[in-house]
């Protein structure tokens, strides 16, 4: 007797999470609360030793389907759950951040009513570990001024983003040689293949950690995004004048890390 066919759901919801203990568990409450049912959940354990297991496993929506693995980073773990979701529509939130209850409503019906668009992020606030707003995150909404950025900058809010699954796969998914800035290293790629926007709509909460990032994986950010930017040079996606885009970052790793988050903002990048 022939099984019956995989029922496949509208969107995808990818989650990576290490020692996520205790924010993860409102950031999978945001997302089995949207006002989109029609939806998949896979979180990727990463290897957590926290309460992170405990607390997934205290979930009891068939809609969420967890993974425990040994540690292996972010990447490949976001890699492992682009293979295991089924929906043509994919979207990502990261274990610490949440969704706002339509945000999945109202990107996938955005792409819907816009197919050349592949890739779709929204605006976003930011809060500090007690929860106090500190900033609001507007990028730019069109493909144009997306495009104009992009060279520049990250213009999408990773935890935002609603993307279709034909362009992923055509893109090649995140590149597992990018520890940090894999989010910037796809877009980049996506940007050849399809069309890409950004609802202005405040749909993600963004939650900024307390503890600094080091100085050391800041220094692996600035590499990579220099990385990402060569290549789109010297591939032509971009002319070869926005080199000096390129070397914003190499010149930044020589400056101590006090420093680096006023150089960015005097640079734009």
Do not use: K
Not at 117 to 137: K, N, P, Q, W
Request: net charge positive.
């Amino acid at each position: 007797m022939t099984p019956p066919p995989a029922v496949v759901t509208a969107v995808s919801v990818l989650m990576g999470v290490w020692n996520g203990a205790p924010q993860v568990a409102e950031a999978v409450q945001s997302v089995l609360s949207q006002t989109m049912a029609d939806l998949e959940l896979i979180v990727v354990d990463d290897g957590s030793t926290d309460e992170t297991s405990v607390i997934l496993a205290s979930f009891r929506d068939p809609r969420l389907q967890i993974v425990r693995r040994a540690q292996g980073g972010l990447t490949p773990a976001l890699n492992a759950a682009l293979r295991l979701s089924l929906a043509p529509l994919l979207a990502r939130l990261d274990a610490d951040d949440l969704a706002l209850p339509e945000r999945m409503e109202r990107q996938a019906a955005f792409l819907s009513a816009h197919p050349d668009v592949g890739l779709v992020g929204t605006a976003a606030r930011e809060v500090d570990a007690s929860g106090r707003e500190v900033a609001v995150v507007r990028p730019p909404v069109d493909d144009a001024g997306i495009r104009r950025a992009l060279i520049r900058r990250n213009p999408f809010v990773h935890s935002s983003i609603m993307m279709r699954r034909a362009a992923v796969e055509q893109a090649g998914g995140y590149d597992e040689a990018f520890p940090v800035a894999q989010d910037y290293d796809l877009w980049m790629r996506m940007s050849r293949v399809t069309r890409m926007a950004n609802l202005p709509e405040l749909l993600v909460v963004r939650r900024l950690g307390s503890g600094r990032v080091s100085e050391a994986r800041d220094t692996d950010r600035l590499r990579a995004e220099a990385i990402v930017r060569w290549r789109a040079v010297r591939s032509g996606l971009y002319p070869a004048w926005c080199s000096v885009f390129a070397l914003r970052p190499i010149v930044a790793q020589a400056v101590p890390a006090g420093g680096r988050r006023a150089l960015r903002r005097l640079l734009g990048g």
